[in-house]
């Protein structure tokens, strides 16, 4: 049995990737014609390979997701391209379009932000052509979030609306729920408290009431992301006493290989921290999160920390030991 399902790997492998059969021990023909004319075996192989490029962005940082990502989407263009007028195609653009997504998500991880939208306009078009709805309310929604980077909340809001407008009434609570976080965080950027207490609590509601199962859209949604949102939001609200507590009590249960949001999450308690006047702790605290941050190559949670320091030696506190060595840490 296990002989089998090696020799299938290998074929799978000649049928792919066109290594030769000699050199995989598969010297018949008919093996060759199988594994070529597997166009299933072929669809799924680039479904787990691009879900994993997916788990690498999300645990591994943007510097490694990065790396072979543009000739990872012209393979996929071009397979999916050899698909075409076969019943596999419409899976082939799914990969397509989170790829991407992906794609985009890189970008703007990176402050690339033209060729985040651009990333993001092409996988929307992708899925209005697939008519997936749930693959154009992700699309909008990750645009959305790139404009909370850009500090465009207002214009956030739009893309974000919309997305949750477009999966209205399907059973999406995974994706619907990072919808909400993310408008929670406009409208606190915006300052209109009030909505963006209900966009949370409407979060909330979900993970009451539905099992959260991870679609294909590859959005991160759970009790622990609602709570450090909500520690998100009050950085922005200025209840900075609320956030560090909120933030604490995230950080507890927040998944550890999630480095990229750990370090955003800390470096929004080192803003907090400032906002109280606890410049010690603040310096300190954003020296994690810097160091987080740089090992996997966040340069939006660099720069919030290179911008948390320009704001502390324009101060009184300018001076201060833990500041000092903040500064060094930075310039190295």
Known sequence: MVKNIDINRRKLLVGILGIPAALLGLNSEPYIQQANLSQTDRVTFFEHQMATRWDVYHTGGTIRASRGLDTWM???????????????????????????????????????????????????????????????????????????????????ITFLEGALTTIDGLNLPTLKGYILQGLSEAYAKAQLKQECFQSIGRAEHIIELHPLIQGRTQNLFSTASVAAQKGVDAVLLLDYKGAISQIDNSLITYDPTLIRGRSR????????????????????????????????????????????????????????????????????
């Open 74 to 156: 012209k393979e996929i263009n071009g397979f999916a391209n050899s698909l075409q007028g076969t019943n596999q195609h419409d899976r082939a653009l799914v990969i397509v379009a989170m790829s991407r997504q992906l794609e985009g998500s890189v970008a703007r991880d990176m402050m690339r932000y033209k060729q985040a939208h651009v990333a993001y306009q092409q996988a929307f078009r992708i899925a209005r052509e697939l008519n997936s709805p749930e693959l154009m309310a992700s699309a909008l929604a990750r645009r959305g979030v790139t404009l909370i980077q850009q500090d465009k909340p207002l214009e956030a």
């Open 265 to 332: 999450l800390i470096a929004q308690k080192a803003e907090a921290y400032y906002g109280l006047g606890m410049i010690e702790e603040s310096a300190k605290t954003a020296e994690e999160a810097f160091r987080l941050a740089d090992s996997v190559g966040s340069s939006k949670t660099i720069s919030r920390v290179s911008k948390l320091y320009m704001a502390m030696t324009q101060s009184s506190w300018s001076n201060e030991r833990s500041v000092l060595e903040l500064g060094t840490l930075l310039s190295i």
